[in-house]
């Protein structure tokens, strides 16, 4: 009997268990699931408007997917995505490492900590497009930095840096501004990661003779390694869905020369232009088949890592 009731309450558990699931996967199929699948139905098909004419839905198959790969701006895009993230991410995680092992260090005895962990995240609550337009306002060729570099004699008035005008320039713009938007976040994330490993490690390698660079290689790194994969996969997605800071930097023309135009930029322009729902469903498709991808590779090789 006793055993019965046991497993009755285990059972009536379980139960609850699946209760407190539901507006996870509801919020999950409404805002997540089916988007998703009429994003991809939508791909098949000829859906745009000319002026106040509705032209279809027309099913068109895989003519959409095609257009896409006909044409050289496709992978143009995707390098320009990639620059701009690798250019804000090395620092980032480089920074976050430093800041997460220094903030986690106990023996250091760090007075303000609690400050300095809450003035690194604040950035991370700043709306990106107030973040680009106040870069674009500080670096505008009438902006506070051209008329520091105009008192120092690097530039006049007549002939300002424009930095906007500059390939490298725009890019590491937006690159620097990822970065002070996400390091902080990325920073409480390995610090976390760097407290819940045993103290007791350390300790005995600090025993064995071990220098600081030694502790980090040989114990820290390997034991927050899946910390730092789910950091690295999760800043990978954030990067190829890179929009906000761009679009509002160069005023959606991703100047110059559309060298700063993103993966979803160049969606964008579907469908602010055109309302063109079949080709940005392609595109949004494509997308979704990149992320996929390249994370599987970022996935693959860290674990890789991690096993030798």
Not at 11 to 22: A, E
Not at 150 to 165: D, L, W, Y
Not at 213 to 237: D, G, H, R
Request: without cysteine.
């Amino acid at each position: 009997m006793k055993k019965t009731e046991g497993k009755s309450k285990i059972v009536r558990y379980n139960k609850w268990g699946y209760i407190f699931l539901i507006p996870f996967v509801l919020v999950y199929v409404i805002f997540q699931l089916i988007p998703l699948v009429s994003t991809i139905y939508n791909s098949f098909f000829e859906n745009y408007r000319v002026g106040l004419m509705q032209v279809g839905p027309t099913w068109v198959g895989l003519e959409n997917y095609k257009t896409i790969f006909s044409d050289v701006s496709l992978l143009k895009y995707t390098a320009n995505t990639l620059i701009m993230w690798v250019i804000g991410f090395i620092p980032q995680i480089i920074v976050s490492l430093l800041l997460g092992q220094w903030f986690s260090d106990v023996r250091l005895k760090l007075k303000g900590s609690r400050f300095f962990k809450t003035v690194i995240y604040l950035p991370n609550l700043i709306m990106a497009s107030a973040f680009s337009m106040l870069f674009f306002a500080l670096f505008s060729d009438v902006g506070p930095i051209n008329a520091i570099l105009i008192k120092m004699g690097i530039a006049t008035q007549e002939n300002p840096v424009r930095f906007f005008s500059n390939v490298w320039a725009t890019r590491g713009l937006v690159g620097f501004m990822n970065f002070l938007m996400w390091f902080g976040n990325t920073t409480i994330l390995l610090m976390a990661g760097i407290m819940g490993i045993d103290q007791s490690l350390f300790e005995a390698a600090n025993i064995d003779g071990a220098s600081s660079l030694q502790v980090f290689f040989k114990v820290t790194l390997p034991l927050l390694m899946p910390i730092l994969v789910y950091t690295v996969i999760t800043a990978l997605i954030g990067g190829l869905q890179m929009f906000d800071v761009p679009q509002v930097l160069t005023n959606g023309l991703g100047t110059p020369n559309r060298t700063s135009t993103t993966l979803v930029m160049y969606l964008n322009n579907y469908l602010k232009t055109s309302k063109n729902y079949g080709m940005s469903g392609a595109i949004s498709v494509v997308i979704f088949i990149i992320t996929g991808l390249l994370s599987l590779v970022v996935f693959k090789s860290l674990t890789k890592q991690e096993e030798n």
